[in-house]
T-cell receptor, first 115, second 112 residues
Framework: AQTVTQSQPEMSVQEAETVTLSCTYD???????LFWYKQPPSRQMILVIR??????QNATENRFSVNFQKAAKSFSLKISDSQLGDTAMYFC????????????FGAGTRLTVKP | NAGVTQTPKFQVLKTGQSMTLQCAQD?????MSWYRQDPGMGLRLIHY???????DQGEVPNGYNVSRSTTEDFPLRLLSAAPSQTSVYFC???????????FGQGTRLTVV
C-alpha cells in the first residue's frame, strides 16, 4: 500500500517570506500523480498544485512550486512571498495511475503565516 | 456555479441510528468519492464510483454503503452509527481520475 508522510505537523512563517513543506511517499509504482491540497479554516479542500511523476520538470503555480525528487520519493511544496491567506492545513496526496480516484493523503501540515 | 454540494453540514446521531449523507455535483463528472477526515490522519477513502451504477470500496469501507443511480448524486449511508464514525466527511468529484478533485464543504458528524 502507498503511504504518504508529512513530517512537519505545524509550521509558521513571517508574511512575505518563503516556506517549504515536506512530503515523502512510499510506492513501488513508476508512474503516478502527486498533489498538494490546501484546507483553510473554511474546511474547503482546494488544489494547490499537481505533478505527474513521468514529467521531470517541477510544477509551478504562481507563488507555489514543488521540488519533486523521484528517486528520493520526495515532493516538497515551496510557498514564496507568503500571504496571510496562505494560513491553512496543507495535505500532500498520492495517486497511482489507473486506480480510479483513490488518493492517499498525508496527515497534513498546519501552516500559520504571521503578520 | 454550485460544484459539489454536501448536506447536511453538521449532524449529531445516537449510536445505532442510521442516516444518509447527501452529495450532488453539477459538473457532469464521472468520478466521485467519499473520504473521512480524522485528526492526525489526513483524508481516507471510504468508497468511490467511476460512473452511474459502478461503485467500489476504498481504504475504510466498513459500516458504510453507497450507491450511484445517477451521474449527479452519490449518497453515503451509515447503517448503524458508532462513535468511531465521528468524523468530518468529504465528497469529491473529478472529470477524470487523475485530474483535479473538487470537494464539497464537508459534513461534521458526531455519534454519541
Amino acid at each position: 500500500a502507498q503511504t504518504v508522510t508529512q513530517s512537519q505537523p505545524e509550521m509558521s512563517v513571517q508574511e512575505a517570506e518563503t516556506v517549504t513543506l515536506s512530503c515523502t511517499y512510499d510506492t513501488s509504482e513508476s508512474n503516478y500523480y502527486l498533489f498538494w491540497y490546501k484546507q483553510p479554516p473554511s474546511r474547503q479542500m482546494i488544489l494547490v498544485i499537481r505533478q505527474e511523476a513521468y514529467k521531470q520538470q517541477n510544477a509551478t503555480e504562481n507563488r507555489f512550486s514543488v521540488n519533486f525528487q523521484k528517486a528520493a520519493k520526495s515532493f516538497s511544496l515551496k510557498i514564496s512571498d507568503s500571504q496571510l491567506g496562505d494560513t491553512a492545513m496543507y495535505f500532500c496526496a498520492f495517486m497511482k495511475v489507473y486506480n480510479n480516484n483513490d488518493m492517499r493523503f498525508g496527515a497534513g501540515t498546519r501552516l500559520t503565516v504571521k503578520p | 456555479n454550485a460544484g459539489v454540494t454536501q448536506t447536511p453540514k453538521f449532524q449529531v446521531l445516537k449510536t445505532g441510528q442510521s442516516m444518509t449523507l447527501q452529495c450532488a455535483q453539477d459538473m457532469n463528472h464521472e468520478y466521485m468519492s467519499w473520504y473521512r477526515q480524522d485528526p492526525g490522519m489526513g483524508l481516507r477513502l471510504i468508497h468511490y464510483s467511476v460512473g452511474a451504477g459502478i461503485t467500489d470500496q476504498g481504504e475504510v469501507p466498513n459500516g458504510y454503503n453507497v450507491s450511484r443511480s445517477t451521474t449527479e448524486d452519490f449518497p453515503l449511508r451509515l447503517l448503524s452509527a458508532a462513535p468511531s464514525q465521528t468524523s468530518v466527511y468529504f465528497c469529491a468529484s473529478s472529470r477524470q481520475y487523475y485530474t483535479e478533485a473538487f470537494f464539497g464543504q464537508g459534513t461534521r458528524l458526531t455519534v454519541v
